[in-house]
């Protein structure tokens, strides 16, 4: 266990092993162990996740790793935000009692051999325009489960596709976890909170509540049965008028991210999702339709 440098009571942990024994030891109290994966930069989506944690697992453990093996370009990793003793000073309003916090030469000792790839849904949207993101999600998440050893791990939706391919490895490997997923937190103006918005400047931030503007008219619009390539095109439009440059804004199904044309006939689970940058700024959301 490292010092921590707020000074407070959480416990801050480097080593993965000194993580796992304290862990074990409190096994043997029979506390269940709920875990939020985070790359830091905490925000009200985090907290959220921990609150969901704290009401269903009696010891609640987030990991603050921003995992280079996940970014397709070396500037998004260079710039992503880095604030751990704020970070710390937040999760102490929260029921949290450990987090880890490991350096890269921890847990990438050496280049991992081992590759994770998840078909289909590897190749659309995320997949397509982040290549390798999944294969990175799925090493550090599994690095991360094996070494922490939750009952449950507490996914936010706003990362859709993500919460998709967790759910699908932990079901082809059988890892003894349940993944609980959670609702996005937004903002006043329906923002979703993300690390991102950090980087971005008061004119920006004002510019990016249209995003959430366009997901929430388009999904009215498709509910009111309008024809969903229009509503699509039109939703581009708006964005791309506003300074955004699109890479994708599409209704899916949330389980297969196949993409739907019409809701008609449809029962389960369907998404608009977008993804699009502002300067030099990538955000994502999505809005379920059905
Ligand atoms: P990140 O630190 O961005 O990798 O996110 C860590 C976890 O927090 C992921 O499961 C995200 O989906 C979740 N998360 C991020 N933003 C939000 C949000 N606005 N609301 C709910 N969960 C979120």
């Known amino acids: 266990m490292s010092p921590n440098p707020t000074e407070a009571k959480?416990?801050?942990?480097?080593?993965?092993?000194?993580?796992?024994?304290y862990l074990n030891q409190q096994r043997r109290f029979?506390?269940?162990?709920?875990?939020?994966?985070?790359?830091?930069?905490?925000?009200?989506?985090?907290?959220?996740?921990?609150?969901?944690?704290e009401s269903e697992c009696e010891l609640v453990v987030m990991s603050i790793f921003v995992n280079p093996a996940q970014f397709n370009q070396s500037s998004d990793y260079t710039n992503y935000p880095k604030t751990l003793e704020?970070?710390?000073?937040l999760l102490e309003k929260t029921k949290c009692e450990a987090v880890f916090c490991p350096s890269i030469e921890v847990i990438y000792p050496q280049t991992s051999k081992t590759q994770f790839s998840f078909g289909e849904i590897e190749t659309v949207f995320e997949g397509q325009f982040r290549p390798g993101h999944f294969a990175g999600v799925g090493l550090i998440v599994s690095?991360?489960?094996?070494i922490i050893g939750p009952c449950k791990a507490y996914f936010g939706e706003k990362d859709l596709q993500q919460l998709a391919v967790i759910k699908q490895m932990v079901y082809d490997l059988n890892f003894p976890v349940e993944v609980i997923p959670c609702p996005t937190i937004?903002?006043?103006?329906?923002?979703?909170?993300?690390?991102?918005?950090?980087r971005l400047?008061?004119?920006?931030?004002?510019i990016a509540t249209t995003i959430y503007k366009v997901l929430a008219s388009a999904k009215t619009e498709i509910l009111g049965f309008s024809n969903v390539e229009l509503v699509i095109d039109k939703g581009i439009q708006v964005?791309?008028?506003?300074?955004?440059?699109v890479e994708y804004l599409s209704l899916v199904d949330a389980l297969t991210f196949s993409p739907l044309n019409s809701i008609e006939g449809k029962s389960s689970d369907s998404r608009l999702i977008v993804a699009a940058w502002l300067g030099e700024v990538r955000l994502i959301d999505n809005i379920r339709v059905l």
């Open 10 to 21: 959480i416990k801050v942990f480097t080593s993965p092993q000194e993580l796992s024994e």
């Open 239 to 245: 964005l791309s008028e506003a300074g955004f440059k």
């Open 186 to 198: 937004r903002e006043i103006s329906g923002l979703a909170q993300s690390s991102r918005n950090q």
């Open 86 to 89: 704020a970070d710390l000073l």
């Open 30 to 53: 029979n506390r269940s162990i709920g875990f939020v994966p985070t790359m830091g930069a905490l925000h009200q989506g985090h907290v959220s996740l921990v609150q969901k944690a």
């Open 143 to 146: 690095k991360l489960f094996n």
């Open 201 to 206: 400047n008061p004119k920006e931030l004002e």
